[in-house]
Protein backbone atom coordinates (compact mmCIF):
# COMPACT_ATOMS: atom_id res chain seq x y z
CA UNK A 1 0.00 0.00 0.00
CA UNK A 2 2.72 2.55 0.59
CA UNK A 3 4.73 2.26 -2.50
CA UNK A 4 4.35 3.86 -6.22
CA UNK A 5 4.55 0.46 -8.30
CA UNK A 6 5.62 2.66 -11.91
CA UNK A 7 7.06 0.08 -13.16
CA UNK A 8 3.60 -1.40 -14.25
CA UNK A 9 2.92 2.30 -15.85
CA UNK A 10 3.41 0.52 -19.51
CA UNK A 11 2.24 1.06 -22.52
CA UNK A 12 0.53 -1.90 -24.09
CA UNK A 13 -1.12 -2.09 -27.39
CA UNK A 14 -5.09 -2.20 -27.08
CA UNK A 15 -7.09 -4.99 -29.12
CA UNK A 16 -8.39 -3.37 -32.21
CA UNK A 17 -11.35 -5.06 -33.10
CA UNK A 18 -13.51 -3.07 -31.15
CA UNK A 19 -13.46 0.27 -33.64
CA UNK A 20 -12.37 -0.74 -37.24
CA UNK A 21 -10.40 2.10 -38.88
CA UNK A 22 -6.57 1.58 -39.94
CA UNK A 23 -4.35 2.45 -37.89
CA UNK A 24 -2.74 -0.70 -35.98
CA UNK A 25 -1.35 0.68 -33.15
CA UNK A 26 -3.19 2.60 -30.03
CA UNK A 27 -2.21 1.85 -27.17
CA UNK A 28 -2.56 2.79 -23.60
CA UNK A 29 -0.70 3.60 -20.97
CA UNK A 30 -2.01 2.73 -17.60
CA UNK A 31 -1.11 5.07 -15.06
CA UNK A 32 -4.07 3.57 -13.27
CA UNK A 33 -1.59 0.30 -12.41
CA UNK A 34 0.89 2.31 -10.37
CA UNK A 35 -1.31 2.40 -6.90
CA UNK A 36 -4.89 1.44 -5.76
CA UNK A 37 -5.82 4.70 -4.43
CA UNK A 38 -2.84 7.37 -5.48
CA UNK A 39 -3.68 6.86 -9.48
CA UNK A 40 -3.20 7.99 -12.35
CA UNK A 41 -2.27 11.25 -13.23
CA UNK A 42 -2.60 12.45 -9.37
CA UNK A 43 0.49 11.16 -7.90
CA UNK A 44 2.20 12.96 -10.45
CA UNK A 45 0.54 16.51 -9.58
CA UNK A 46 0.83 15.90 -5.90
CA UNK A 47 3.85 14.37 -5.52
CA UNK A 48 5.99 17.50 -5.74
CA UNK A 49 3.59 19.65 -3.92
CA UNK A 50 4.36 16.64 -0.75
CA UNK A 51 7.81 16.96 -1.11
CA UNK A 52 7.95 20.57 -0.49
CA UNK A 53 5.73 20.89 2.11
CA UNK A 54 7.46 18.10 4.09
CA UNK A 55 10.84 19.86 3.32
CA UNK A 56 9.83 22.89 4.63
CA UNK A 57 8.28 22.12 7.50
CA UNK A 58 4.57 22.84 6.75
CA UNK A 59 1.96 20.95 9.73
CA UNK A 60 -0.23 20.16 7.17
CA UNK A 61 -1.45 20.26 3.85
CA UNK A 62 -4.87 22.01 3.06
CA UNK A 63 -6.69 21.03 -0.21
CA UNK A 64 -10.21 20.92 -2.43
CA UNK A 65 -12.72 18.70 -4.11
CA UNK A 66 -16.09 17.54 -4.40
CA UNK A 67 -17.72 14.60 -2.11
CA UNK A 68 -16.56 12.02 -5.40
CA UNK A 69 -13.60 13.60 -6.04
CA UNK A 70 -10.59 11.36 -7.00
CA UNK A 71 -7.87 14.18 -6.12
CA UNK A 72 -9.18 14.69 -2.42
CA UNK A 73 -8.73 10.79 -1.90
CA UNK A 74 -5.33 10.50 -3.66
CA UNK A 75 -4.45 13.91 -1.49
CA UNK A 76 -5.31 11.89 1.91
CA UNK A 77 -3.63 8.70 1.15
CA UNK A 78 -0.45 10.08 -0.17
CA UNK A 79 -0.19 13.01 2.59
CA UNK A 80 -0.56 10.14 5.00
CA UNK A 81 2.29 8.26 3.02
CA UNK A 82 4.59 11.32 3.18
CA UNK A 83 3.50 11.59 6.90
CA UNK A 84 1.92 15.09 6.98
CA UNK A 85 -1.67 15.24 8.70
CA UNK A 86 -4.29 16.78 5.79
CA UNK A 87 -7.47 18.65 5.30
CA UNK A 88 -10.13 18.89 3.08
CA UNK A 89 -12.19 21.85 1.99
CA UNK A 90 -15.54 19.81 0.14
CA UNK A 91 -17.63 21.49 -2.41
CA UNK A 92 -21.72 21.91 -0.81
CA UNK A 93 -22.76 20.95 2.33
CA UNK A 94 -25.58 18.62 1.34
CA UNK A 95 -23.16 15.31 1.38
CA UNK A 96 -21.03 14.87 4.06
CA UNK A 97 -21.04 10.84 3.40
CA UNK A 98 -20.01 9.05 0.58
CA UNK A 99 -17.47 6.31 -0.20
CA UNK A 100 -15.11 8.67 -1.15
CA UNK A 101 -15.19 10.66 1.66
CA UNK A 102 -15.31 7.93 4.02
CA UNK A 103 -12.04 7.07 2.53
CA UNK A 104 -10.50 10.46 2.88
CA UNK A 105 -11.53 10.30 6.74
CA UNK A 106 -10.12 6.87 6.98
CA UNK A 107 -6.63 8.09 5.98
CA UNK A 108 -6.72 10.55 8.61
CA UNK A 109 -8.26 13.69 6.68
CA UNK A 110 -9.86 15.78 8.05
CA UNK A 111 -12.82 17.52 6.17
CA UNK A 112 -14.52 21.02 6.35
CA UNK A 113 -17.46 21.46 4.45
CA UNK A 114 -18.60 24.32 2.70
CA UNK A 115 -21.57 25.75 0.52
CA UNK A 116 -21.43 25.71 -3.38
CA UNK A 117 -21.08 29.92 -2.90
CA UNK A 118 -18.70 29.58 -0.49
CA UNK A 119 -16.54 27.00 -2.26
CA UNK A 120 -16.37 29.07 -6.24
CA UNK A 121 -14.00 31.46 -3.92
CA UNK A 122 -11.72 29.34 -3.08
CA UNK A 123 -9.14 31.17 -5.12
CA UNK A 124 -9.54 34.33 -4.36
CA UNK A 125 -7.18 35.56 -1.26
CA UNK A 126 -9.90 36.33 1.13
CA UNK A 127 -11.02 32.59 0.78
CA UNK A 128 -8.74 32.36 3.59
CA UNK A 129 -11.76 33.37 6.55
CA UNK A 130 -13.54 30.30 5.47
CA UNK A 131 -10.59 28.14 6.38
CA UNK A 132 -10.87 26.71 10.38
CA UNK A 133 -7.71 28.67 12.27
CA UNK A 134 -5.82 25.03 12.91
CA UNK A 135 -5.32 24.61 9.29
CA UNK A 136 -4.43 28.21 8.70
CA UNK A 137 -0.40 27.36 8.54
CA UNK A 138 -0.98 24.04 6.17
CA UNK A 139 0.55 23.44 2.54
CA UNK A 140 -2.04 24.99 -0.02
CA UNK A 141 -2.75 22.46 -2.92
CA UNK A 142 -5.17 24.46 -5.09
CA UNK A 143 -7.85 21.70 -6.52
CA UNK A 144 -6.66 19.16 -9.12
CA UNK A 145 -3.02 20.08 -8.11
CA UNK A 146 -3.27 22.48 -10.34
CA UNK A 147 0.46 24.99 -9.55
CA UNK A 148 3.50 24.96 -10.57
CA UNK A 149 4.68 21.97 -8.79
CA UNK A 150 1.33 20.02 -9.97
CA UNK A 151 2.31 21.03 -13.75
CA UNK A 152 6.41 20.02 -12.72
CA UNK A 153 5.38 17.16 -11.60
CA UNK A 154 3.42 15.54 -14.51
CA UNK A 155 5.57 16.08 -16.96
CA UNK A 156 7.21 13.14 -15.34
CA UNK A 157 4.88 11.21 -16.99
CA UNK A 158 6.06 12.45 -20.03
CA UNK A 159 9.30 10.07 -19.56
CA UNK A 160 6.94 6.87 -19.50
CA UNK A 161 6.03 7.54 -23.07
CA UNK A 162 8.07 5.76 -25.78
CA UNK A 163 9.52 7.56 -28.63
CA UNK A 164 7.18 5.57 -31.45
CA UNK A 165 3.95 7.75 -30.61
CA UNK A 166 2.77 10.54 -33.53
CA UNK A 167 -0.16 11.24 -30.82
CA UNK A 168 -1.05 11.33 -27.24
CA UNK A 169 -4.17 11.64 -25.99
CA UNK A 170 -5.38 12.14 -22.58
CA UNK A 171 -8.70 13.42 -20.36
CA UNK A 172 -8.79 16.80 -18.93
CA UNK A 173 -10.23 18.22 -15.94
CA UNK A 174 -7.92 21.77 -14.85
CA UNK A 175 -5.46 20.49 -17.50
CA UNK A 176 -2.26 20.52 -15.39
CA UNK A 177 -1.94 16.78 -15.95
CA UNK A 178 -2.12 17.62 -20.17
CA UNK A 179 0.28 20.75 -19.94
CA UNK A 180 2.60 19.53 -17.81
CA UNK A 181 3.59 16.38 -20.64
CA UNK A 182 3.30 19.01 -23.48
CA UNK A 183 6.04 20.86 -21.95
CA UNK A 184 7.82 18.15 -21.66
CA UNK A 185 6.77 15.74 -24.63
CA UNK A 186 9.24 16.15 -28.10
CA UNK A 187 7.34 19.02 -29.99
CA UNK A 188 6.28 17.16 -33.22
CA UNK A 189 4.32 14.45 -30.67
CA UNK A 190 0.70 15.84 -31.43
CA UNK A 191 -1.50 16.03 -28.15
CA UNK A 192 -5.43 15.86 -27.50
CA UNK A 193 -7.22 16.33 -24.68
CA UNK A 194 -10.68 15.17 -24.49
CA UNK A 195 -12.73 17.53 -22.69
CA UNK A 196 -15.55 15.40 -20.64
CA UNK A 197 -17.82 18.56 -19.63
CA UNK A 198 -20.04 20.64 -22.31
CA UNK A 199 -18.49 23.76 -23.60
CA UNK A 200 -14.97 22.32 -22.18
CA UNK A 201 -12.69 23.73 -24.97
CA UNK A 202 -12.44 26.93 -22.94
CA UNK A 203 -10.31 25.56 -21.26
CA UNK A 204 -7.45 25.83 -23.96
CA UNK A 205 -7.20 29.54 -22.26
CA UNK A 206 -5.50 28.50 -19.11
CA UNK A 207 -4.15 25.31 -20.74
CA UNK A 208 -2.24 28.11 -22.40
CA UNK A 209 -1.29 29.79 -19.66
CA UNK A 210 0.06 26.81 -17.76
CA UNK A 211 2.33 25.76 -20.90
CA UNK A 212 3.74 28.95 -20.66
CA UNK A 213 5.13 28.66 -24.22
CA UNK A 214 3.60 30.19 -27.09
CA UNK A 215 5.66 28.36 -29.71
CA UNK A 216 4.52 25.28 -28.73
CA UNK A 217 1.06 24.59 -30.61
CA UNK A 218 0.61 21.46 -31.56
CA UNK A 219 -2.31 20.60 -28.95
CA UNK A 220 -5.46 20.93 -28.99
CA UNK A 221 -8.81 19.96 -27.25
CA UNK A 222 -11.93 17.95 -27.73
CA UNK A 223 -15.27 18.82 -26.16
CA UNK A 224 -17.45 16.06 -28.19
CA UNK A 225 -17.63 13.51 -26.09
CA UNK A 226 -19.25 15.29 -22.71
CA UNK A 227 -22.16 12.88 -22.56
CA UNK A 228 -24.62 15.79 -21.30
CA UNK A 229 -22.12 17.07 -18.96
CA UNK A 230 -19.31 16.59 -16.43
CA UNK A 231 -20.26 13.35 -14.11
CA UNK A 232 -23.12 12.29 -16.58
CA UNK A 233 -23.12 8.44 -17.43
CA UNK A 234 -25.85 7.56 -19.66
CA UNK A 235 -26.40 3.99 -20.72
CA UNK A 236 -25.14 4.30 -23.62
CA UNK A 237 -21.80 5.16 -22.10
CA UNK A 238 -21.74 2.32 -19.46
CA UNK A 239 -22.65 -0.14 -22.21
CA UNK A 240 -19.29 1.02 -23.98
CA UNK A 241 -17.38 0.69 -20.58
CA UNK A 242 -18.65 -3.09 -20.28
CA UNK A 243 -17.87 -3.53 -24.38
CA UNK A 244 -14.22 -2.13 -23.61
CA UNK A 245 -13.35 -4.20 -20.66
CA UNK A 246 -14.67 -7.39 -22.59
CA UNK A 247 -12.38 -6.42 -25.47
CA UNK A 248 -9.38 -5.22 -23.75
CA UNK A 249 -9.44 -6.51 -19.85
CA UNK A 250 -8.92 -2.88 -18.99
CA UNK A 251 -11.26 -0.97 -16.74
CA UNK A 252 -12.64 3.01 -17.69
CA UNK A 253 -13.50 5.15 -14.97
CA UNK A 254 -16.82 6.57 -15.82
CA UNK A 255 -15.85 10.64 -15.25
CA UNK A 256 -13.13 10.71 -17.85
CA UNK A 257 -11.15 7.49 -19.09
CA UNK A 258 -14.39 6.11 -20.51
CA UNK A 259 -15.42 9.73 -22.30
CA UNK A 260 -12.26 9.73 -23.60
CA UNK A 261 -11.86 6.21 -25.20
CA UNK A 262 -15.65 6.50 -26.54
CA UNK A 263 -14.49 9.55 -28.46
CA UNK A 264 -11.59 7.42 -29.70
CA UNK A 265 -13.62 4.91 -31.00
CA UNK A 266 -15.45 7.47 -32.70
CA UNK A 267 -11.93 9.19 -34.52
CA UNK A 268 -10.69 6.00 -35.44
CA UNK A 269 -14.32 4.80 -37.02
CA UNK A 270 -14.19 8.25 -39.00
CA UNK A 271 -10.63 7.87 -39.89
CA UNK A 272 -9.41 10.79 -38.39
CA UNK A 273 -5.79 9.82 -37.91
CA UNK A 274 -3.76 8.80 -40.90
CA UNK A 275 -2.90 5.07 -40.78
CA UNK A 276 0.76 5.77 -40.33
CA UNK A 277 -0.44 6.79 -36.72
CA UNK A 278 0.64 5.51 -33.58
CA UNK A 279 -1.92 6.40 -31.14
CA UNK A 280 -1.52 6.45 -26.80
CA UNK A 281 -4.06 7.05 -24.72
CA UNK A 282 -3.37 7.95 -21.38
CA UNK A 283 -5.06 6.01 -18.82
CA UNK A 284 -5.37 8.65 -16.07
CA UNK A 285 -6.77 6.44 -12.97
CA UNK A 286 -10.28 7.37 -10.92
CA UNK A 287 -11.29 4.00 -10.69
CA UNK A 288 -12.71 4.43 -7.07
CA UNK A 289 -15.35 6.96 -8.69
CA UNK A 290 -17.01 3.43 -10.55
CA UNK A 291 -18.92 2.57 -6.81
CA UNK A 292 -21.34 5.26 -7.77
CA UNK A 293 -22.29 2.62 -10.71
CA UNK A 294 -21.16 -0.62 -9.41
CA UNK A 295 -24.06 -2.68 -10.09
CA UNK A 296 -24.07 -1.48 -13.67
CA UNK A 297 -20.34 -2.44 -14.76
CA UNK A 298 -19.26 -5.79 -15.61
CA UNK A 299 -16.12 -5.34 -13.37
CA UNK A 300 -15.95 -5.13 -9.53
CA UNK A 301 -14.74 -1.10 -8.29
CA UNK A 302 -11.69 -0.91 -6.59
C1 LIG B 1 -8.30 14.43 -12.08
C2 LIG B 1 -8.42 13.55 -13.26
C3 LIG B 1 -8.20 14.02 -14.56
C4 LIG B 1 -7.96 15.48 -14.86
O1 LIG B 1 -6.66 15.89 -14.64
P1 LIG B 1 -6.25 17.42 -14.81
O2 LIG B 1 -4.79 17.42 -14.57
O3 LIG B 1 -7.00 18.19 -13.76
O4 LIG B 1 -6.63 17.86 -16.17
C5 LIG B 1 -8.25 13.12 -15.60
N1 LIG B 1 -8.53 11.81 -15.39
C6 LIG B 1 -8.77 11.32 -14.16
C7 LIG B 1 -9.10 9.88 -14.01
C8 LIG B 1 -8.72 12.17 -13.05
O5 LIG B 1 -8.99 11.67 -11.84
Not at 76 to 87: D, E, P
Not at 132 to 159: H, S, T, V
Amino acid sequence: MDIIDEARAVARTLQTGWYGGTVTDVSMLRLDLIHPVISGNKWYKLKQNLWRAREEGYPGILTFGGPYSNHLVAAAAAAKMFGLTSAGIVRGSEFTDSPTLRECRSYGMQLVFVTRDVYREKDNADFIRHIPDRFARFYLIPEGGANKEGIEGAGEIARLIPARFTHVCIPVGTGTGFAGIRKKLAEDVTMIGFVPMKNGVYLQNSIQHYIDDEKLTNWYLRDDWHFGGFGKHPATLIRFMNEFFFANKVPLDIVYTAKMMFGMKSLLQSGFFPSSAHVLCIHTGGLQGNRSVAGQLEYPPP
